[in-house]
């Protein structure tokens, strides 16, 4: 299986820019997804195929990278980001998802 | 609005069955793939089982294989996921999702708010 591997957890102010990473074992072309899970909700999609903001998602929130290595950047973080944000791949068989980034808004 | 409703989860005893349903409302189901992806307690998500539009083709994950069927029904608006065999590390929330697509590949674009299950003696 591909495994994607995240940072644990990141702690910002708000107004900065937060970047989360997600390193995958193998290529997944562009196929990779991010969502953002609060306490206690079930996820929703940021971003979908690297780089494709959902709609109705701020523009505050943006994707890049293809291959192995991926970037969801926050700018600016504001308090309401407070969640954990999930990285997620579909070129591979079986889909898999990254552990998690815990953000915390100081 | 796009709205997914899961229901059925509980408390169910190893080696026993369960049957989640997920009522889709707010888009035409027969045109989107759906999915059921868990989340054990303080846990990462983890894929489960998708189904094709028409049901004809269905995926599962290897540790469900042979003991969890994904099913649809377009006319009823409904995803169901008959779990068998349950097994203490079945135990988590069940969310129901919409798989969106293009030529590329498929991504969960919707989610349900997700119902537990937990399998304990």
């Known amino acids: 299986d591909t495994v994607l591997t995240q940072s644990p957890a990141l702690a910002v102010s708000p107004g900065e820019r937060v970047t989360i990473s997600c390193r995958a074992s193998e290529s997944v072309s562009t196929l990779m997804h991010w969502y953002q899970q609060k306490p206690g909700q079930q996820p929703t999609l940021l971003i979908y195929?690297?780089?494709n903001l959902e709609s109705g998602v701020p523009a505050r929130f943006s994707g890049s990278g293809s291959g192995t290595d991926f970037t969801l950047t926050i700018d600016p973080v504001e308090a309401d980001d407070t969640a954990t944000y999930y990285c997620?791949?579909?070129?591979?068989?079986?889909?898999?998802f990254g552990s998690g980034t815990k953000l915390e808004i100081k | 609005e796009v709205q997914l409703v899961e229901s059925g989860g509980g408390l169910v005893q190893p080696g026993r069955s369960l049957k989640l349903s997920c009522a889709a409302s707010g888009f035409t189901f027969s045109n989107y793939g759906m999915a059921w992806v868990c989340q054990a307690p303080t846990k990462g998500l983890e894929w489960v089982a998708s189904i094709s539009t028409g049901g004809g083709n269905t995926y599962y994950r290897d540790s469900v294989k042979g003991r969890f069927t994904i099913s649809r029904d377009n006319a009823k608006n409904t995803l169901y996921l008959q779990m068998d065999s349950l097994r203490s590390e079945d135990t988590a929330t069940y969310y129901c999702a919409r798989l969106d697509n293009n030529y590329r590949g498929y991504w969960f674009a919707y989610w349900g708010q997700g119902t537990l299950v937990t399998v304990s003696s």
């Open positions: 997620q791949q579909s070129w591979n068989d079986p889909f898999t």
């Open positions: 195929l690297a780089s």
